[in-house]
């Protein structure tokens, strides 16, 4: 089995869940209603952890300990997709960006729940589970609002056609695309973004809500080599902040 391919998978996956976790955690207390401030706080909780486990699994393979991967690595040193550095901007925003990426995690999860490498597959049957409640919420909410208002609809295309291009960076490959294909360890990105169109179009045709031609989308990509928006840096400054005041400490 290709290790530097597989850490590569890791790296990508971690480092998507920390990032956008912090990032929903910005929503506590900010919330349009009490019931979506706790939702947020708590999907934000099960991607750190969810984060945290793929971190172990790299550091069974030899990487840093999680923490120390987590706290000390700066903006291009990460592998995540710029979709989930963006600030939060809206509860639009926010609800389509959580719809687009938890469909793809959820899907991802499930192809990795047959992995070749049994380490992975452990965690990724374990952590779809929780990623089905995060689908079911973010449907619910994109049927609920993208059939209501014509304010609530507009609101939605609107940041349905910013996020797209981001969304489609989730799909970016690494030169270690064909390793991991040929190991067994994941099926690679085009089959989770066929999977991924198949099931987003599916909630969109129960809405008001249009998803843009592919063909005119130009896909946000660089994330995955360490291109990232300048919003990343000074989320991990202030993630780190407590870390970085003592990194041998226990807590």
Request: charged residues 20%; glycine residues 6%; negative net charge.
């Amino acid at each position: 089995m290709n290790t530097t391919a597989l850490k590569d998978l890791l790296y990508r996956l971690a480092d998507d869940q920390l990032i956008l976790g912090h990032r929903n955690s910005e929503w506590n207390g900010l919330g349009p209603i009490l019931e979506e401030d706790i939702a947020f706080s708590s999907m934000a909780q099960d991607k750190l952890g969810h984060s945290l486990q793929l971190y172990t699994l790299l550091h069974n393979l030899g990487e840093a300990e999680p923490d120390t991967v987590a706290f000390t690595r700066n903006a291009p040193q990460f592998h995540c997709t710029q979709l989930v550095e963006l600030p939060i901007g809206d509860y639009a925003f926010s609800l389509i960006r959580h719809f687009l990426y938890d469909h793809a995690e959820l899907l991802r999860f499930q192809l990795l729940a047959t992995s070749s490498y049994e380490p992975l597959a452990q965690v990724a049957r374990k952590l779809k589970g929780e990623l089905k409640y995060h689908v079911l919420h973010a449907n619910t909410w994109v049927k609920q609002l993208g059939t209501s208002t014509e304010e609530a609809i507009e609101m939605l295309q609107t940041a349905l056609n910013e996020t797209l291009p981001y969304a489609l960076g989730l799909f970016e490959k690494t030169e270690h695309e064909e390793a991991i294909i040929a190991d067994g360890i994941f099926p690679g990105e085009d089959e989770l973004k066929a999977q991924w169109l198949e099931s987003i179009s599916k909630v969109l045709a129960q809405t008001n809500l249009e998803l843009p031609d592919l063909s005119t989308v130009a896909p946000v990509y660089g994330g995955r080599h360490g291109e990232h928006t300048e919003h990343l840096q000074p989320l991990l400054d202030e993630m780190a902040e407590v870390f970085r005041l003592d990194p041998t400490a226990d807590w």
